[in-house]
């Protein structure tokens, strides 16, 4: 048992900034299941979006992010994130964080889907997540930050009043221990490791999400999730990410026939919004063709891009062809556990950042490279308020119930990540969300709800934050009666703003106990109706 002032669960850059910002008033611990440098930032080929050319502007930015979200953004947090992007950034250079540059030394540029100008920053091409988490964690070692690798988090302990007061955790040696703080942060991505395809990190798999339902915080639009329309595809089975700026670069998507798929579809064709992009190129997979990425019109790519072409050499693609076999998968949550601007859930004592927060900044669809850009200033703001909190007093611990733990037949991780793609993945339709919940519901994810993680395998754990998680995100698709961003309805394929706009589908436990109880009477009830 331990005690810290804020306790950290996370190591992505959401985690690792709003750590570095809180210690400078607050002892800080960071607890991570995995390695520090396993997490979705290190993965990032993407850069960072942040106005500082003179043909930019915040306004632009902010734009550009407003009609990538579908109108569904928070505007306020929205204009907080843009303005605040220049500081951040030459605070990130002041500390000696590098960025690729061009011959004349200015920063160098890029572009990205949905952007009407050139504001990414990138570090060695595509491996801008890598540099930028190494940075990082460089100063979190210089620090008097403490941190616990391998220590797994599958509990938060709350007091008498429902306040959250510290974490239940495994450690490397298995057992599991207690750590007491005054401000718990989630910082543990999103769930994208849930779904059969993912350029997510193995280790994302929702915990955070479930930690939080669990404990009584506010679930919000977690039927808005995004699909990065290229992942590396190779017979059913994808491989890991390749860059948009490989598009923003000039490569086309086209068929084995070298039809440009994308021509007519949008007025920024390969660049348009990656739900747009994603769906397209998923019809076609529908239809049994293969969707490549050609790149034949980038000169040096190997150079360009180091990591797409180290990806494609360890899985036996040959880039003298000029083409790279893509699919879509998932990319990026932007529901989750519903925050103000400072981290603050529902639940007092409990804060999250990053993925795993939702603060209604990236609306219906995130525009890219706006979520290491996320991390960094809303990290930034969350440690702020949490290093100039007073201290708080901890009530006694509330008492467990439900010791005695026995789940039968419970399925395996991969059959949840197959039945998601199937029923809840790029394309949905009532039948299909339906046929989802019911499966679900066949365990007892009310029983789920109330037993102890402590007393669960590190398996069963896992596997029963994968199905709470996965009925949040068949529930609210189903509930979300129209097509936003990442959120698409075959059977309600157009936005309705009469209807949806600016709406959000919010689930709490008690919310979600009621749902579970409403339909277990229902169904006998129905069975009983004449036909």
Avoid at 109 to 130: N, Q
């Amino acid at each position: 048992m331990g005690f810290s002032e804020v306790i950290v669960v996370g190591s992505g850059i959401a985690a690792l900034q709003t750590a570095l910002v809180a210690r400078k008033n607050k002892n800080v611990i960071i607890f991570t299941k995995n390695r520090l440098r396993d997490s979705n930032s290190y993965l990032a080929q993407g850069g960072i979006a942040t106005a500082i050319s003179t043909n930019d502007s915040t306004d632009k930015h902010e734009q550009d992010t407003v009609l990538a979200g579908r109108n569904h953004n928070n505007i306020e947090l929205v204009a907080k994130l843009v303005e605040e992007a220049p500081e951040v950034i030459n605070k990130l250079i002041a500390s000696g964080m590098e960025f690729d540059r061009n011959r004349d030394g200015t920063i160098s540029l890029g572009m990205e889907g949905a952007h009407s100008e050139r504001r990414i920053l990138h570090r060695h091409g595509d491996a801008t997540g890598k540099y930028l988490i190494e940075h990082f964690i460089s100063e979190v070692e210089q620090s008097s930050i403490t941190i616990f690798e391998g220590s797994e988090v599958i509990e938060l302990i709350m007091d008498e009043e429902e306040s959250c007061i510290g974490v239940g955790y495994r450690n490397t040696k298995g057992q599991v221990e207690r750590h007491y703080g005054e401000h718990i942060i989630l910082a543990t991505g999103g769930c994208g490791s849930l779904y059969r395809y993912t350029s997510n990190s193995a280790a994302v798999t929702g915990d955070g999400i479930a930690l939080a339902l669990k404990a009584g915080a506010m679930i919000r639009d977690m039927e808005f999730i995004q699909f990065h329309p290229t992942l590396l595809y190779i017979n059913g089975s994808t491989h890991g990410l390749v860059s948009e700026a490989v598009r923003g670069e000039g490569a086309k998507l086209v068929t084995g026939n070298g039809l440009e798929i994308m021509e007519g579809i949008h007025p920024q064709k390969d660049l348009a919004p990656r739900h747009i992009v994603a769906q397209t190129i998923y019809s076609y997979l529908q239809r049994g063709e293969t969707v490549y990425l050609d790149i034949s019109g980038i000169g040096n790519f190997k150079k360009r891009f180091p990591t797409v072409a180290m990806l494609c050499k360890r899985n036996g693609i040959d880039l003298i062809d000029g083409r790279i076999p893509v699919a879509p998968g998932n990319h990026f949550l932007m529901g989750g556990i519903e925050t103000d601007q400072v981290g603050r859930t529902l639940v007092t004592g409990l804060y999250a950042v990053g993925e795993a927060a939702c603060t209604g900044v990236h609306g219906a669809n995130r525009l890219a490279s706006n979520s290491l850009l996320e991390g960094i200033v809303f990290g930034n703001s969350v440690g702020i308020f949490i290093s100039k909190a007073p201290r708080r007093v901890l009530l006694p611990q509330r008492g467990e119930m439900h010791k005695n733990v026995c789940f039968h037949d419970l399925p395996s991780l991969a059959e949840i990540s197959d039945k998601l793609m199937q029923h809840a993945g790029i394309i949905r339709n009532e039948t299909g969300l339906k046929a989802m919940l019911d499966w679900l519901e066949g365990f007892d994810l009310q029983r789920m709800l109330q037993v102890p993680s402590c007393h669960l395998s590190k398996q069963q754990n896992r596997i029963i934050n994968g199905l709470l998680v996965s009925w949040l995100i068949a529930e609210s698709a189903l509930y979300r009666c129209e097509s936003r961003g990442g959120h698409f309805r075959s059977d309600y394929p157009i936005e309705d703003d009469k209807n949806w706009l600016k709406r959000s589908v919010i689930i709490d436990r008690d919310d979600m106990q009621r749902r579970l109880k409403g339909r277990a009477y229902s169904e006998p009830i129905k069975a009983k109706a004449p036909t």
